[in-house]
């Protein structure tokens, strides 16, 4: 019987605290009537695709024929997954900021980047980071408190982190595991001090018991662990976290923070950037099929950690770069527009000779979002939420 490792539990995606699905949605309940939904796209969307700049004759030298993509307003057009977002754009219910970056430069590490996008601090802070800046968001807020929930694992988000309280759901709550599979994390992960115990809260809230006097074999034990991996993954596709999402937003809960993984396209970004595009646009139709009269209230925010490179690579795809896009959806926008103080794509105005050039910081325009949302003063935003940071002019977001 060949030997278990630790690397073919990996192989399934079913140690807890490395399994992308144990991503935990978070909400907090805050005065007022307006919402809130941060979604993290991680890996790094290319901005240049997801929102083209067709009327920049530089798109053409760098990236060739792009396919088809839909016109929104004569210089910028939308990537094919996301043209169900169309109606959106009619409605003044969806937007994009381009040419935006947070203070990150040069070391093009996902880990950094995301790190300074959730704490919304400047390179200082690299590497020091305790809190995120939505959680400091709730620390200006009286009444702000956190909604009973639950979460499997212990993985949060950087971005919620902090003295305030918030409470985390998981999609994989609903993660069922067989007696056979139970057996086997036991079993791999015995003598393993780092994924043992995150693999026992999964065992204790599968609420799964073995069978007496059953033998079990290690093929029943792998099958079973595969049946498992492809329940919660079902559990965490995007509809189904908008879903809850969603449920919550229309009781007490202002604000929600979930992230969708897929965005590192460094080979075939034509075949692996439109699959992450479609889960961002499933989770955005979603929330407004199912969030009623509450979209009106409701501004969606997602955001990656840096853009990519402004020409493709020997793999067809794109390396890790610089500036990037915003993507807004939500019934309070003051939408139907490309946000932006376009720097161009002629060689000489790329970030590098490689980038695209960030023109301002993507802190500024959350503050701008966060201003009148949730009546907090410039000052709390400079000094507390994004310590530091130049909100420059109002690009007036939001109603």
Same mark, same amino acid.
């Given at each position: 019987?060949?030997?278990?490792?630790?690397?073919?539990?990996?192989?399934?995606?079913?140690?807890?605290?490395?399994?992308?699905?144990?991503?935990?949605?978070?909400?907090?309940?805050?005065?007022?009537?307006?919402?809130?939904?941060?979604?993290?796209?991680?890996?790094?969307?290319?901005?240049?695709?997801?929102?083209?700049?067709?009327?920049?004759?530089?798109?053409?030298?760098?990236?060739?024929?792009?396919?088809?993509?839909?016109?929104?307003?004569?210089?910028?057009?939308?990537?094919?997954?996301?043209?169900?977002?169309?109606?959106?754009?009619?409605?003044?219910?969806?937007?994009?900021?381009?040419?935006?970056?947070?203070?990150?430069?040069?070391?093009?590490?996902?880990?950094?980047?995301?790190?300074?996008?959730?704490?919304?601090?400047?390179?200082?802070?690299?590497?020091?980071?305790?809190?995120?800046?939505?959680?400091?968001?709730?620390?200006?807020?009286?009444?702000?408190?956190?909604?009973?929930?639950?979460?499997?694992?212990?993985? /949060?988000?950087? !971005?919620? @982190?902090? $003295?305030?309280?918030? %409470?985390?759901?998981?999609?994989? &709550?609903? *993660?069922?595991?067989?007696?056979?599979?139970?057996?086997?994390?036991?079993?791999?992960?015995? /003598?393993?001090? !780092?994924? @043992?115990? $995150?693999?026992?809260? %999964?065992?204790?809230?599968?609420? &799964?018991? *073995?069978?007496?006097?059953?033998?079990?074999?290690?093929?029943?034990?792998?099958?079973?662990?595969?049946?498992?991996?492809? @329940?919660?993954?079902?559990?965490? %596709?995007?509809?189904?976290?908008?879903?809850?999402?969603?449920?919550?937003?229309?009781?007490?809960?202002?604000?929600?923070?979930?992230?969708?993984?897929?965005?590192?396209?460094?080979?075939?970004?034509?075949?692996?950037?439109?699959?992450?595009?479609?889960?961002?646009?499933?989770?955005?139709?979603?929330?407004?099929?199912?969030?009623?009269?509450?979209?009106?209230?409701?501004?969606?925010?997602?955001?990656?950690?840096?853009?990519?490179?402004?020409?493709?690579?020997?793999?067809?795809?794109?390396?890790?770069?610089?500036?990037?896009?915003?993507?807004?959806?939500?019934?309070?926008?003051?939408?139907?527009?490309?946000?932006?103080?376009?720097?161009?794509?002629?060689?000489?105005?790329?970030?590098?000779?490689?980038?695209?050039?960030?023109?301002?910081?993507?802190?500024?325009?959350?503050?701008?979002?966060?201003?009148?949302?949730?009546?907090?003063?410039?000052?709390?935003?400079?000094?507390?939420?994004?310590?530091?940071?130049?909100?420059?002019?109002?690009?007036?977001?939001?109603?």
């Amino acid at each position: 019987m060949p030997k278990l490792t630790r690397r073919h539990m990996l192989a399934l995606g079913c140690s807890a605290a490395a399994s992308p699905l144990m991503t935990p949605v978070t909400f907090a309940s805050t005065p007022g009537e307006n919402r809130l939904v941060v979604i993290i796209l991680r890996g790094a969307m290319d901005g240049l695709d997801a929102v083209r700049p067709i009327g920049d004759p530089g798109l053409a030298t760098l990236r060739g024929g792009m396919g088809k993509d839909a016109d929104l307003d004569g210089f910028f057009g939308l990537h094919p997954a996301l043209s169900p977002l169309l109606p959106l754009w009619t409605k003044g219910q969806l937007s994009a900021v381009h040419a935006v970056s947070t203070p990150y430069r040069d070391r093009r590490s996902h880990f950094d980047g995301q790190d300074l996008l959730e704490a919304g601090m400047g390179m200082d802070a690299l590497g020091q980071t305790r809190d995120g800046w939505l959680n400091r968001l709730l620390s200006l807020m009286p009444g702000a408190e956190a909604e009973t929930a639950y979460a499997i694992g212990r993985a /949060d988000m950087l !971005l919620t @982190r902090g $003295a305030s309280p918030v %409470a985390n759901w998981a999609p994989d &709550a609903a *993660l069922t595991l067989s007696p056979q599979a139970k057996m086997l994390l036991e079993r791999v992960l015995h /003598d393993d001090p !780092l994924f @043992r115990i $995150a693999a026992l809260e %999964a065992i204790s809230l599968s609420q &799964a018991g *073995l069978p007496e006097g059953e033998e079990i074999t290690e093929g029943d034990m792998m099958n079973a662990m595969a049946q498992s991996s492809r @329940r919660a993954q079902r559990a965490a %596709a995007p509809t189904e976290i908008a879903r809850f999402a969603a449920s919550r937003l229309r009781g007490d809960t202002r604000i929600a923070a979930f992230s969708l993984a897929g965005f590192d396209t460094h080979a075939r970004q034509d075949r692996n950037l439109p699959r992450a595009l479609e889960r961002l646009t499933e989770a955005v139709l979603t929330l407004q099929e199912t969030l009623g009269t509450v979209w009106e209230k409701t501004a969606i925010v997602a955001v990656t950690e840096f853009g990519r490179t402004a020409r493709l690579n020997g793999s067809g795809g794109t390396d890790h770069g610089t500036a990037g896009a915003m993507i807004l959806a939500g019934g309070a926008l003051n939408g139907g527009r490309v946000i932006t103080d376009w720097p161009g794509l002629s060689e000489a105005d790329l970030y590098q000779r490689r980038d695209l050039r960030p023109t301002r910081d993507l802190r500024a325009h959350l503050a701008w979002i966060l201003r009148p949302m949730f009546d907090v003063s410039e000052a709390d935003l400079t000094r507390t939420v994004f310590p530091g940071l130049d909100m420059g002019a109002d690009p007036r977001i939001i109603f």
